[in-house]
């Protein structure tokens, strides 16, 4: 495999998706092991968001929320 790949646009924007995807999955870890109550549309913005930044300001408010809205509250 040519070494440019890694450097590439296209394989840094796969490595941030995989990225979003782990924090998304340890955002939905995170609710739930403070029974917080996921509800399957919450679940869905979870999954589907890709922004790096935002994930990880939802996964530091989730670490101490009461509740989901919470977590998605504007601050």
């Known amino acids: 495999m040519n070494p440019s790949f890694y450097k590439s646009f296209m394989s840094e924007e796969i490595r ?3 990225r979003a ?5 340890v955002l939905l ?3 739930e ?3 917080i109550i996921i ?5 869905e913005q979870i ?3 890709y922004d790096l930044p935002l994930l990880r300001q939802l996964l530091t408010r989730a670490a ?8 998605f509250a504007e601050k």
């Open 16 to 18: 941030n998706e995989g």
């Open 21 to 25: 995807e782990g924090l998304a999955e």
């Open 29 to 31: 870890v995170v609710l």
């Open 33 to 35: 092991a403070r029974g």
């Open 39 to 43: 509800t399957d549309g919450i679940r």
């Open 47 to 49: 999954d589907t968001c």
């Open 64 to 71: 101490t929320a009461a509740t989901v809205e919470d977590v």
